[in-house]
């Protein structure tokens, strides 16, 4: 196969090659990328912050990493097979910088080293399969003593009005990872501790009297242990990096802890990242940054005329009152939600970041998620009038600051009665606005009892023994390389009606569109098209789409039907305007 066809092999471009331009990737033909995946996940927060070794394995040096890989060799193969091209790989600073690094300007320590290389191999494994890699510096709540994961032991701020805590009677035997809390948020509410830790990260001053640290640069530390994580990535292949990394996350869900919003991302969130994007450019010049904003700006409201009030996830006390409950999730009363983020959105702050910048954001409806904790069934109706201005504002986010959107968590709890249509809805929105898009999540050793493995969480589209969860819901059609602009791309689960449209000037390289046969199409559908040559590799489930390059419009339209009549009934409006250029191609099986 040529080359320039290419949509998943080992030949694909190496992430070096993928450029920005305004709100979108492009590939080295200068075709537009689109991304979707999954977080490689809970796994990962616990000892060794692996995503692939086997629960009861603590240790790093107790792993037989390499066959543990070929025991999940065919859960592996089922990333590709659902139609993804990217992971957002969970990795640990604790498992990097496990002690304060004294060269840190130099090199990482040796068990830094070796956590790295095992995240190596699991990287190749992942590009072997055509899938890129965002490599996610995560945490929640700082650290496992708390419930949660990330931060290193000396990185707690620990002094005379902050002790470690200890654990109680009911835990004495239980290692610190086995603590489950279903409402683990709470902590940054209401633990001293995790507060003071927060806040001497972002002060970049840490007392730790257990770890012998005072005024201890302790975020610097952080900025440089991810410089030094590209440069080890950076040093492979002759200096020419792993082809599979496409970008880092510098910090998972940051949180203000109660520093004033706007203060908190335009000086210490945005300074963070300054100094991040100083680190990296260091060894790397190609990787792509992501940013988060603070973690509560999706979840906000200023409908107040009447309460004066703001919602927040992280606000348990409104989340789980029974106004609420009764009048946004049985009522379905909708608000007038507004989202804002005080990241600087002016050109001369984002001059250093813009070049490879995204804006990842996550996105997790407030009510759907109060309502898995409190058995009450989400109100959809309500859900599906808000989430198109929702999701409008979050690309907005990205656009006005002239970052790539990047949709990096969204999800559900799968034991909710509604989780399929809600899925569905999220991703009719990522389609709506051609959002670059991960799922939260894949845990290969999920259990009926411990769920996700972590905080009894259930999330994963993997489910007990493997068993797949809802995986029509999430392989869907979409343009992975697409010739000239995509501009519509709409699926509907029902009818199994897929249309993109492409705008503009055309580059000589074929158009890349994952069909997911086998979840959808089989065992025959039909090609409606404006233009006039397609190929089907039924063995990877792509689509070639050769675009007329005389027409600035291209329209391909995908249908199960028998029939030679498109029902355009079911079909978007600017899809039915082209539907007198568009032809029946062809029946593939």
Known sequence: MNRNKIGYSEGSDAAGDISKNGKWFHDSHG????????NFASRSKLPPYLPIAPIDIKNLNQLDLKKEIELCSSELNLLKFLGFNIVRLLISWKAIESRPNPK????????GREYLSAVGQIIDELYSRGLYVILDFHQDIAHEIFGGDGFPDWALAIDDKHKRPLIDDK????????????????AYLTNNLVRHTFRSFWNNDLTNHDAGLSNYPVRTHLEKTIGQTVKFFKSLNNDRGHPAILGIEPFNEP???GIPPQKFESEFLFEFYTNV???IRR????IFLFIEPRVDWTVSSTDSSKSGSRRSLFDMKRTFNLRFIRDTMIEGKVSNIQLHSSLPSDSASLETVRRRGVLSFHYYNLEATAGSFLKVPENLYRIKREFPDIFAQLVEAATERELIPFLTEFGGFQESPNIREYINLHFNQIEKYLINATYWNYDLY???EGKDNWNLEDYSILGPNRTHRNLDVIARPYPIRSSAEPTLLFFDIESKYAAIILKGTTVDSPTIIYVPYHFHYSPEFRVWTTSKEIEWDKENQLLYWYLSKDQSLNQMILTKEKEQKIDSAILPERCKNLLERTTFMNSFA
Not at 104 to 111: A, H, K, Q, V, Y
């Open 31 to 38: 075709r537009y990328l689109l991304f979707r995946g999954v």
């Open 171 to 186: 835990h004495k035997h239980a290692a610190i990872s086995d603590l489950k809390d279903k409402l683990w948020q709470k």
């Open 446 to 448: 999920h259990t009926a």
């Open 277 to 279: 994007e100083s680190e």
């Open 104 to 111: 840190l300007d130099e090199e990482i320590l040796p068990e």
């Open 283 to 286: 060894f790397d010049k190609n």
């Open 255 to 257: 949180h203000p802890v």
